[in-house]
């Protein structure tokens, strides 16, 4: 049984970065990808990014090119998503996501992380 | 990037009624569509993916149709822990992965 477990609520200033990590147990953590999704404060579903470890190939949305890296480590079953320049629009909660079935289709997810940017 | 439109955005329904969501994408997908389920304070479940194969462990009472760029998600018998948003979302076309703005299901 895959688990994702991830870090807990941070609470940044505007201009600043953030850093959430996910880590897996369960399954063979290289041999999977992991996404990136955020949900703002009652709004939908986000795609920002996702790592393929056995690779460490990471690709990201356009929209937040620039902004977010996705890293993983093998050796702690453990994906990172770091996120700067941090506007307010950021506040929301980021979950990771395994990559189930199918590429793209996430059938494990993480419990979300609360990131909230305010001065 | 493909979008999707989901319909309707909210409606109430009562337990036992059969309950029809919508969902449309912007361009053809074929047949690469999930729907997810999500609840207040809970991360998203997958339902169904590849349009209309029922994830393992999820109720035959939901069920998943469509190709191309309509596709509805039906819930033949609505249960009491059936209330939550549901997300359809696309894996055709990469990047990025997108999903429906959602429909959530209220108790009538």
């Known amino acids: 049984q895959v688990q994702l477990v991830q870090s807990g609520a941070e609470v940044k200033k505007p201009g600043s970065s953030v850093k959430v990590s996910c880590k897996a147990s369960?399954?063979?953590?290289?041999?999977?990808?992991i996404s990136w999704v955020r949900q703002a404060p009652g709004q939908g579903l986000e795609w920002m990014g996702r790592?393929?470890?056995?690779?460490?190939?990471?690709n990201y949305a356009q929209k937040f090119q620039g902004r977010v890296t996705i890293t993983a480590d093998k050796s702690t079953s453990t994906a990172y998503m770091e996120l700067s320049s941090l506007r307010s629009e950021d506040t929301a909660v980021y979950y990771c996501?395994?990559?189930?079935?199918?590429?793209?289709?996430?059938?494990?997810w993480g419990q979300g992380t609360l990131v909230t940017v305010s001065s | 990037a493909i979008r999707m439109t989901q319909s309707p955005s909210s409606f109430s329904a009562s337990t036992g009624d059969r309950v029809t969501i919508t969902c449309r994408a912007s361009?053809?997908?074929?047949?690469?569509l999930a729907w997810y389920q999500q609840k207040p304070g809970k991360a998203p479940k997958l339902l169904i993916y590849?349009?209309?194969t029922l994830q393992s462990g999820v109720p035959s009472r939901f069920s998943g149709s469509g190709s191309g760029t309509d596709f509805t998600l039906t819930i033949s018998c609505l249960q009491s822990e059936d209330f939550a948003t549901y997300y359809c979302?696309?894996?055709?076309?990469?990047?990025?992965?997108?999903f429906g703005q959602g429909t959530k299901v209220e108790i009538k």
């Open positions: 996501a395994r990559d189930g079935p199918y590429e793209g289709v996430f059938d494990y």
């Open positions: 361009q053809g997908i074929s047949s690469y």
């Open positions: 790592i393929i470890p056995i690779l460490g190939i990471a």
């Open positions: 369960g399954g063979t953590f290289s041999s999977y990808t």
């Open positions: 979302q696309q894996y055709y076309s990469y990047p990025p992965w997108t």
């Open positions: 590849a349009a209309s």
